[in-house]
Nanobody, 125 residues
Framework: QAQLVESGGGLVQIGGSLRLSCAVS???????MAWFRQAPGKEREFVAA???????YYADSVKGRFTMSRDNTKNTVSLQMNHLIPEDTAVYYC????????????????????WGQGTQVTVSS
């Protein structure tokens, strides 16, 4: 089973930027990769997803501020986060699905079998 390791979290001021990375161990290529986040006292929620077969999707709350990209040669995905606000404070998780996840389900956590351990992002006011 592939292992996912996130990095790049930290403390940033309002309006600042952070770039998260997720490295996938092994040579297995996952078609759909995603980012989720969980704020204190809240349920884990979808942030963004990218399919190798085509398509990148964002939650409305981050659209226009976050950009997800993937480097298939290095088997990594990244999440560039700009114009951060306190509501973005959460633990961010990388998730992966070997199979293509249909568009209507990219935000469904049950579609992803492999998960990272999470990285903390804190936006200070």
């Amino acid at each position: 089973q592939a292992q996912l390791v996130e990095s790049g979290g930290g403390l940033v001021q309002i309006g600042g930027s952070l770039r998260l990375s997720c490295a996938v161990s092994g040579s297995t290529r996952h078609d759909t990769m995603a980012w989720f986040r969980q704020a204190p006292g809240k349920e884990r929620e979808f942030v963004a997803a990218s399919r190798q077969s085509g398509g990148t999707y964002y939650a409305d709350s981050v659209k226009g501020r976050f950009t997800m990209s993937r480097d298939n040669t290095k088997n990594t995905v990244s999440l560039q986060m700009n114009h951060l606000i306190p509501e973005d404070t959460a633990v961010y998780y990388c998730a992966a699905s070997l199979n293509r996840v249909i568009t209507s389900a990219v935000g469904n956590q049950r579609m992803y079998r492999n998960w990272g351990q999470g990285t903390q992002v804190t936006v200070s006011s």
